[in-house]
């Protein structure tokens, strides 16, 4: 059983700082990328942060320079430390990452969500 835990959503204000986490824990034997994406209402699903497994990174253009994924292989978690936050961000932030279990194959895992928002 595998299971993906996020935390340290919430509230903040204009120009503050948060930081999330997500856990993975269970018959996960290695992890490949891991991605943060967020959903804000009515609108798609979107890209925000990608590590690989060599600790590469991507973002998506407007969180550049304020946002930072990083991972810690050993705890399999995943961070994303968001500063200078804008009501803009405000979304529902998921965990995704692609990990190779006990079916001997790699599979594709979301977290539950995290609501962060932001108020102006």
């Known amino acids: 059983q595998v299971q993906v835990v996020e935390s340290g959503g919430g509230l903040a204000q204009s120009g503050g700082s948060l930081r999330i986490s997500c856990v993975v824990s269970?018959?996960?034997?290695?992890?490949?990328?891991m991605n943060w994406y967020r959903q804000a209402p009515g609108k798609q699903r979107e890209l925000v942060a990608v590590?690989?497994?060599?600790?590469?990174?991507n973002y998506l253009d407007s969180v550049k320079g304020r946002f930072t994924i990083s991972r810690d292989n050993a705890k399999m978690t995943v961070y994303l430390q968001m500063n200078s936050l804008e009501p803009e961000d405000t979304a529902v932030y998921y965990c995704?990452?692609?990990?190779?279990?006990?079916?001997?194959?790699?599979?594709?895992?979301w977290g539950q969500g995290t609501q962060v928002t932001v108020s102006s």
């Open positions: 995704n990452y692609r990990g190779y279990d006990s079916s001997r194959s790699w599979t594709d895992y």
């Open positions: 590590i690989n497994s060599g600790g590469g990174t």
């Open positions: 269970g018959s996960i034997f290695a992890i490949d990328v």
